[in-house]
């Protein structure tokens, strides 16, 4: 197979400084003390949405009432997301976290996010230090990756998120050094009993260094990816994934060792199952 690193695109100089003057902005008034991150985003989302239209309060003091809801929703106060309806909630650490996953994910519908690949990166990687317990350097991540609550999410340094993934951290999820998570792949870190859906088990889920998580791929709540390993292709991982082992089907069973496997993990012979909480 052909070796093909990604090509280097540079934007316009007046571009590039716009750019990063806008994102300096914006990270010097989230770090302000005291700043009222509803209100922040809420201004910022209408200047995004609504460009040229002055401000939010006089475009509210004579709108109609359909436009007036729009308004509303750039206040993350007027909307409710999915984990805020959840039995194990922290709310004081929900709230802080729910003005930046409005702005997060309001910014990928709007025309200036979606698929602005430049600006889109930049800006995620301005906002992941509010919003996970912990971000390494170089992160990178594309549109659409929703999450349950971020502040359990913990990322390691040169970490890649494609489009559309699901990163649940409701029972706290582990990303190490390096890891790649494909376009549409769902990690889980809770799970639902059969008999009761209502009975939920949260349990860490940690990808170790340098795994690959392909596209459609699924990672079961509690189970860990060791390092160097990769979930194929629309696989379901519902058991932990050994070092360097390529894992595929459903549910995931190991097909192959990776050539560059170091000799201690290149038996074939079957480890015994971590014992599960």
């Not at 890649?160 to 050094?177: A, E």
């Not at 799970?191 to 990672?219: F, P, W």
Request: charged share 25%; hydrophobic share 40%; net charge neutral.
């Amino acid at each position: 197979m052909a070796m093909l690193p990604l090509r280097r695109v540079e934007l316009p100089t007046g571009a590039r400084q716009l750019r990063d003057a806008w994102l300096s902005d914006l990270d010097q008034r989230l770090r302000t003390p005291d700043a009222d991150w509803n209100l922040i985003v809420r201004d910022t989302l209408f200047e995004l949405a609504y460009p040229g239209q002055g401000t939010w309060g006089e475009r509210v003091a004579d709108a109609s009432l359909a436009t007036r809801v729009a308004l509303d929703a750039c206040d993350p106060r007027n909307i409710t997301l999915e984990p805020e309806y959840y039995a194990d909630v922290d709310p004081v650490r929900f709230a802080r976290a729910k003005p930046l996953l409005w702005l997060w994910y309001s910014f990928d519908r709007l025309p200036v996010g979606g698929q602005n690949v430049d600006l889109g990166v930049e800006f995620r990687r301005m906002l992941a230090p509010f919003l996970f317990a912990r971000v390494g350097k170089n992160f990178k991540c594309f549109q659409h990756v929703e999450f349950s609550y971020g502040y359990q999410l913990e990322v390691g340094d040169d970490v890649v998120v494609h489009r559309h993934v699901l990163l649940d951290d409701r029972g706290g999820l582990t990303l190490g050094d390096r890891v790649s998570i494909a376009d549409y792949a769902n990690i889980y870190s809770h799970t639902h009993s059969i008999v009761d859906q209502k009975d939920v088990l949260a349990l860490r889920t940690v990808l170790e260094d340098d795994v690959r998580i392909t596209y459609h791929a699924t990672v079961l709540a509690g189970v860990r990816v060791g390092r160097n390993g990769m979930v194929g292709a629309l696989a379901v991982a519902t058991k932990d994934v050994r070092p360097y082992h390529v894992h595929v089907g459903i549910p995931a069973k190991s097909i192959r060792v990776k050539p560059n496997a170091p000799p201690e993990v290149l038996s074939t012979h079957r480890e015994p199952d971590r014992p599960r909480p």
